[in-house]
Nanobody, 111 residues
Framework: VQLVESGGGSVQPGGSLRLSCAAS????????MSWHRQAPGKERELVAA????????NYADSVKGRFTISRDNAKRTVYLQMNSLKPADTAVYFC?????WGQGTQVTVSS
């Protein structure tokens, strides 16, 4: 079982990034998937989640209206589109599914 995140980087406030998480080793299409983040000195928190079919999503209040989670079951990939990024969004972002964590990808928002 493996989850591999990509798409992180450095961006200015107001910018956008799209994170991807490629899954392997389990029946991706039947599992809920989620994105979490952990900022320095803070606990890991749920950012967004999506059900197996992609028809139901939920978001942390801090990202509602700015982030969008989606999935492509044929590609075994879950995405996190992040718009209007703020310095407070700076964190390591992790993908989770099948009780497994990815290795994380760093997102830095700074001018």
């Amino acid at each position: 079982v493996q989850l591999v995140e990509s798409g992180g980087g450095s961006v200015q406030p107001g910018g956008s990034l799209r994170l991807s998480c490629a899954a392997s080793g389990f029946a991706f299409s039947v599992y809920r998937m989620s994105w979490h983040r952990q900022a320095p000195g803070k606990e890991r928190e749920l950012v967004a989640a999506i059900n197996s079919a992609g028809g139901s999503t939920n978001y942390a209040d801090s990202v509602k209206g700015r982030f969008t989670i989606s999935r492509d079951n044929a590609k075994r990939t879950v995405y996190l589109q992040m718009n209007s990024l703020k310095p407070a969004d700076t964190a390591v972002y992790f993908c989770r599914g099948y009780d497994t964590w990815g290795q994380g990808t760093q997102v830095t928002v700074s001018s």
